[in-house]
């Protein structure tokens, strides 16, 4: 089955504990990116990816950084987390840029 | 002015009735438009996709794109308490690096 994977799906932490939540899909898909979602403010895109070894930042990359060493995997990383971070995160991949994107489960982040 | 504008309702309907959706955009190079699903706290499901003008039908759903007028559509026919959930519409042109939501219609579908 063609999916996007998301670990954890629940995570509560506390304030500068650094955390990561990986993201795979078995679909080959190039592009990869992640999305945070918030009330009020909807979807915003925090970091992409092309293809292996190439990122870069979305709209709101404050806070968080990625990697891309592996086609299927796309980890989110944030060194030292802050409670404004607390939030739903998808993870979304697509074959290419601006084409249909298939989405994670999510991963609900609270820092406390 | 947002890129994309969707009525976030909320929209309470009776079971079987026919639900409408839409959205408008302002970005004349969107050639993608999709439609997203999304239950509470669950990831968004992709629900349909047009590229570019016209149609799409599938199953209890018709997607519409109207690139003259930049709006889109979704209808729902026979509607369900299943198809109870948040609806999205995204967007983009061929080059973009995300896609451009909007900012979902909370559809309840009365039993």
């Known amino acids: 089955e063609a999916q996007v994977t998301q670990n954890p799906r629940y995570l509560i932490t506390v304030t500068g504990k650094k955390l990561t939540v990986t993201c795979s899909q078995n679909?080959?898909?190039?592009?990869m990116s992640w999305y945070r979602q918030d009330p009020g403010l909807g979807l915003r895109q925090i970091y992409y990816?092309?293809?292996?070894?190439?990122?870069d930042k979305g709209d709101v990359p404050e806070g968080y950084k990625v990697s891309r060493k592996e086609k299927r995997n796309f980890p989110l990383i944030l060194e030292s987390p802050s409670p404004n971070q607390t939030s739903l995160y998808f993870c979304?991949?697509?074959?290419?840029?601006?084409?249909?994107?298939?989405f994670g489960q999510g991963t609900r982040l609270t820092v406390v | 002015q947002k890129e994309v504008e969707q009525d976030p309702g909320p929209l309470s309907v009776p079971e079987g009735a026919i639900v409408s959706l839409n959205c408008t955009y302002s970005?004349?190079?969107?050639?993608?438009f999709m439609w997203y699903r999304q239950y509470s706290r669950k990831g968004p499901e992709l629900l349909m996709y047009?590229?570019?003008?016209g149609n799409k039908e599938d199953g209890r759903f018709t997607a519409q794109v109207d690139k003259s007028s930049k709006y889109i559509s979704l209808f729902i026919r026979d509607s369900q308490p299943s198809d109870s959930a948040t609806y999205l519409c995204?967007?983009?042109?061929?080059?973009?690096?995300?896609?451009?939501f909007g900012a979902g219609t909370t559809v309840t579908v009365r039993a």
């Open positions: 047009t590229y570019s003008s």
């Open positions: 970005n004349s190079a969107f050639q993608y």
């Open positions: 990816s092309m293809n292996v070894e190439v990122t």
């Open positions: 995204a967007m983009s042109a061929p080059n973009d690096y995300k896609l451009s």
């Open positions: 979304a991949s697509s074959s290419s840029r601006g084409t249909v994107a298939f």
């Open positions: 679909m080959n898909h190039e592009y």
